[in-house]
């Protein structure tokens, strides 16, 4: 076996001993008989398996009791029109700010729904920043203000919040969910695809405060609506059961390495490794405004194309793979999620060394 350094955006490295406890459950789950993908969502195995899971999300993201935790299917882009649909029914309004690829598709979605003010966007340098705003220029009737709070694509975060008041700020953390600590409470809805931090693709995270149920649009299909899933506990319909299942995993996986802080300290340590580098390199550098970096997605760049795409070959040849930017930025993404090791960041970075070294 020879297990590479996956450097993917999403879907993306998950931890080793969770894959190995995932293999030796594989057959049998506890005592069951079976698989937890052969189990009926009903039983009491699977029951146990979902309720654990929520749990976890509760424990570890420190969810205050007044929000719903739920496992939906449907990624992270059926959440661009879930949101609209039932958040958007009183005024028909949201704000928002285009800080990149997935910012734009949640905004062109809404707008089937909404009359969606854009406040800001960074369009004008590749969202290689977060644009400051001016609380002036928000709606004050707005249903909600739409954030995409790590932008997977251009490697920028948010790392201060807009002050939205009252109005219910939504987030999307796909690519960032259990990196760092977050306060829930600041925010009416938060949600992630698990394919990025949490496990495989198919389970889509939603965190949502329990005021914004309930007030779906009459076009919302039942499938679409919070107040279905809020009240049958995420099992109206099938879930992904198997993606439920690894999740709770990698969350107790998580929870074993100390819990979100301990793991944010550690995600902090990676980024500084290789970011201390992009700084002080005479052929790589980031791209993105130094206050609006991520701590999952780096994105660099050689200013010369052909040597990108040497540095991608040769690395790939070395194991550390999908290194390659999005198209529109060029370059090089390196995502180092929670599963990536220290050690698999270091030894990019010596690898980078060597290279730069060597294309002098
Ligand atoms: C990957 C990603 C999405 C899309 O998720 P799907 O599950 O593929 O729909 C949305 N937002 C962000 C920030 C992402 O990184």
Known sequence: MSRVYNF??????????????????????????????????????????????EALVRELMHVPDNYKVLFLQGGGSSQFAMIPMNLGNKNKKCDTVITGQWAKKATAEAER??????????????????????????????????????????????????????????????????SEEIDVSKFGLLFAGAQKNLGPAGV??????????????????????????????????????????????????????????????????????????????????GTVAKEDRSLMNVPFVTDDDELNAKFIKEAKEAGFVNLKGHRTVGGMRASIYNAMPVEGVEKLVAFMKKFEDENK
């Open 113 to 178: 729904y909404l009359k969606v003010n854009i406040i800001a966007s960074s369009a004008d340098k590749t969202f290689s920043y977060i644009p400051k705003l001016d609380n002036s220029t928000f709606s004050k009737d707005a249903d909600y203000f739409y954030i995409c709070m790590n932008n997977t694509i251009y490697g920028t975060k948010w790392n201060t919040l807009p002050d939205t008041g009252n109005i219910p700020l939504v987030a999307d953390i796909s690519s960032m969910v259990m």
């Open 204 to 285: 889509t995270l939603v965190i949502i405060r329990d005021d914004l149920i309930g007030n779906a649009m009459d076009i919302c299909p039942t499938m679409f609506n919070y107040q279905i899933h809020a009240d049958n506990k995420s099992l109206y319909n099938t879930p992904p059961t198997y993606g439920i299942y690894i999740m709770k995993l990698v969350m107790e996986w998580i929870k074993e390495k100390g819990g979100v802080a301990a793991v944010q300290k550690i995600n902090e340590k990676k980024a500084a490794i290789l970011y201390d580098y992009l700084d002080s390199s005479k052929l790589f550098r």
């Open 8 to 53: 993917s955006a999403g879907p993306s490295m998950l931890p080793e001993e969770v894959l190995a406890k995932a293999q030796k459950e594989m057959l049998e789950y506890g005592q069951s008989g079976m698989s937890v993908m052969e189990m009926s969502h009903r039983s009491k195995d699977f029951e146990e398996i979902i309720e654990g899971c």
